[in-house]
């Protein structure tokens, strides 16, 4: 709900602040998410679900909180919002145990659209966002309420199923556990993989966004915020819709995830080759503007002068395809293609694994995307995503027999 204005309004209220700078804070926000789902996880195994999930609550509550107060500070307005960002990614690592919930408490046959409407109670907050924040602050009041009304820890029955394959708890150390799970690693360590591919992309085309409209296509903070605003209203309801058609016409069982995460990689290497800054197409860039704050400036970037754009149109529209279709879609289909494999094994511990696996890529793109992107435009970024895009492809495909037990 915050992430479409974060890059305006951090420039605005810290100007200081730059596109590297967004990227890092962005990255510790990732990072504080990838080191906790490790210790949710371990609590959730000892104690059961239900106070780990308040607990993250309760700290993305005080991050809202601290939130509120950023513009009482007199300077560096960048920095506490560094910090809440971080208390943001620590309270959210929670979620990791939503994933084992739904993989524990589902059949296989209808893993696909368990995980469609966990998808599409995500995309919930696209369709409402970007909204101020005591609106989060609410939410998560309302979370805490639900957590601790209706939600239910699992049953000793339950917990026994799903963990009659695992180590016990008495064994100490991660790789310890690890290494006594009988468990296809080639397909797992696949699966991971083409998560942190896809995550890469997908993010990198959501971080950038922002800077890509105030710094290439001259947009101000405001046409900026309006335009990302209306492509994430127009993204949440086309994802929320296609969520529910896997959950209502179960596509994940008629289709196949394989396929959906296939045709998922091919449209974001479409996407890229649509939206290249092709010569005959494309026009220059619009030099900074200090009155309107927006332009691409010279003196920051030695590549506005050469750098072309693609018409804005095309773009807003190949990236709302991309968030609508291929961020979803692949999310689903990679997580009930690998829940399947690890099947009844120690779904707490593996869902872990995955979490920060993904998160790793969560942390990376926003460094790797903000410093290409100030070195050298947009365009390298394609190049590059495309090109490792076309390997995970090609991948995939390699392994399609091998995963069909697990469609």
Same mark, same amino acid.
């Given at each position: ?15 200081? !602040? ?7 804070? @962005? ?23 239900? $106070? ?59 893993? !696909? ?25 609410? @939410? ?96 949440? $309801? ?126 990376? !793109? ?42």
């Amino acid at each position: 709900m915050l992430n479409v204005g974060e890059w305006p309004y951090m420039q605005e209220i810290d100007p200081d !602040a730059t596109s590297s700078f967004y990227g890092t804070a @962005t990255a510790v926000s990732k990072a504080g998410h990838a080191i906790f789902a490790f210790a949710f996880a371990f609590w959730a195994r000892n104690s059961g679900m239900k $106070i780990p999930l308040l607990a993250g609550r309760g700290i993305c509550l005080v991050a809202c909180i601290c939130y509120l107060f950023v513009e009482f500070l007199p300077s560096n307005r960048r920095w506490w919002m560094m910090f809440c960002y971080f208390l943001f990614g620590v309270g959210y690592s929670a979620s990791v145990l939503l994933r084992t919930y739904i993989a524990r408490v589902s059949s296989t046959e209808n893993r !696909a659209s368990a995980y469609a409407l966990q998808n599409g109670a995500s995309v919930l907050s696209v369709v409402v966002g970007p909204t101020p924040i005591w609106i989060a602050l609410i @939410t998560n009041v309302i979370a805490i309420i639900f957590i601790t009304v209706m939600f239910r820890n699992l049953d000793a029955d339950d917990v026994q199923k799903s963990s009659e394959h695992s180590p016990k708890k008495d064994e100490t150390g991660v790789l310890n556990r690890l290494k006594t799970l009988d468990l296809p690693w080639i397909l797992i360590l696949l699966v991971i993989v083409e998560r942190f591919i896809s995550q890469i992309g997908i993010t990198t085309t959501s971080f950038l966004a922002a800077p890509i409209l105030t710094i290439e296509y001259a947009l101000t903070g405001e046409d900026t915020i309006l335009a990302l605003s209306i492509s994430q209203c127009i993204v949440g $309801i086309l994802a929320l819709t296609l969520s529910l058609s896997f959950y209502f016409f179960k596509l994940g069982t008629r289709v196949g995830c394989r396929l959906f995460f296939l045709l998922a990689n091919i449209l974001v290497v479409v996407g890229y080759l649509l939206t290249y800054p092709v010569p005959f197409v494309s026009s220059p860039m619009k030099m900074y503007n200090d009155t309107t704050k927006a332009g691409c400036d010279s003196a920051t970037h030695n590549w506005c002068e050469t750098e072309l754009v693609t018409n804005l149109f095309v773009f807003l529209i190949i990236m709302i395809l991309t968030l609508s279709f291929a961020l979803p879609v692949s999310n689903l289909s990679l997580d009930t293609i690998y829940s399947k494999i690890v099947g009844h094994a120690d779904q707490n511990l593996m869902q872990a694994v995955f979490v920060i696996a993904d998160d790793i890529s969560l942390i990376v !793109a926003p460094i790797y995307s903000s410093q290409v992107f100030a070195a050298a435009g947009y365009h390298t970024v394609q190049i590059v995503n495309g090109s490792v895009y076309i390997g995970a492809t090609v991948l995939w495909i390699m392994a399609w027999k091998r995963l069909g037990p697990f469609n």
